[in-house]
């Protein structure tokens, strides 16, 4: 039997890794046309390619895994982390004591109570907050690289997205998803799963996304209009 040929420019033929991006529910993500994207450009000579507008780094990362030296840009602080996290990060992943200790409140640290006072009843519930408040602290302050504090954003964004209606941070629209009525639309389920489980999951998707393409690749935070 004849071995099966890969069409001359399908993905699989060309690009030289295979690493998954996470999945997301950020809206605007080209998640779905980056196959499209790669077909349209692979066969231009290039080896560089600045995503200026990088968002969820989906675009970054496919280019990241055809080989080329990616530099993403975005002007806001949580893509950017993003960023680095996936893209700029080429080796350092989050190992199962620092999820354990990002996850486990402190006796002896005094957590900061800022989202809990400035965030009551808009986002998320009263216990909710205080656990974002907690973690938040964990990663910000005691995780020593750079990197890793990225990737463990990442997955806190992450799960912060999925347990809001419409994946959106548009309104104060806490209501929904603690309404007792009939729904015929989002998923209270995913609402109302703990923050630990989404999170838990989201660093696991994160650390399969990390790797060295063997380029220097940079994650950028500037304005593109200026
Ligand atoms: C539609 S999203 C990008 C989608 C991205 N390709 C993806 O698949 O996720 C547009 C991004 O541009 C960023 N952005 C908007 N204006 C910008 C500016 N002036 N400079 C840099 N980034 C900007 C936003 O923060 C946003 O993340």
Redesign the pocket.
């Known amino acids: 039997m004849q071995p099966q040929q890969l069409p001359l420019f399908s993905p699989e033929h060309v690009r030289q890794y295979n690493y998954p991006f996470p999945s997301t529910r950020?809206q605007?993500?080209?998640?779905k046309h980056v196959d499209w994207i790669w077909e349209s450009v692979c066969e231009l000579p290039f080896e560089s390619v600045l995503?200026?507008?990088?968002?969820?780094?989906?675009?970054s990362h496919m280019f990241k895994n055809a080989g080329k030296q990616v530099t993403y840009?975005?002007?806001?602080t949580f893509?950017w982390n993003i960023g680095l996290a996936l893209i700029e990060n080429a080796q350092e992943i989050l190992s199962e004591d620092e999820v354990e200790f990002i996850l486990t409140p402190n006796d002896v640290i005094e957590y900061p109570t800022f989202i809990q006072k400035n965030f009551n009843d808009i986002y998320f519930t009263d216990e909710e907050n205080a656990w974002l408040d907690f973690v938040v602290h964990n990663i910000d302050h005691h995780l020593q690289s750079n990197y890793k504090r990225a990737l463990a954003r990442f997955a806190l964004f992450q799960a912060c997205i999925i347990k809001r209606p419409y994946n959106l941070f548009h309104r104060a629209n806490l209501y929904m998803r603690t309404a007792k009525v009939e729904r015929s639309f989002g998923n209270k389920t995913t609402w109302d799963t703990h923050f630990e489980i989404h999170f838990r999951n989201f660093i696991q998707e994160a650390n399969q996304a990390v790797f060295d393409n063997g380029q220097l690749n940079q994650a950028l935070q500037?304005?593109?209009?200026?």
């Open positions: 950020y605007g993500s080209k998640r995503d200026v507008f990088g968002g969820t780094g989906v675009v840009n975005d002007y806001l893509n500037c304005d593109a209009l200026l």
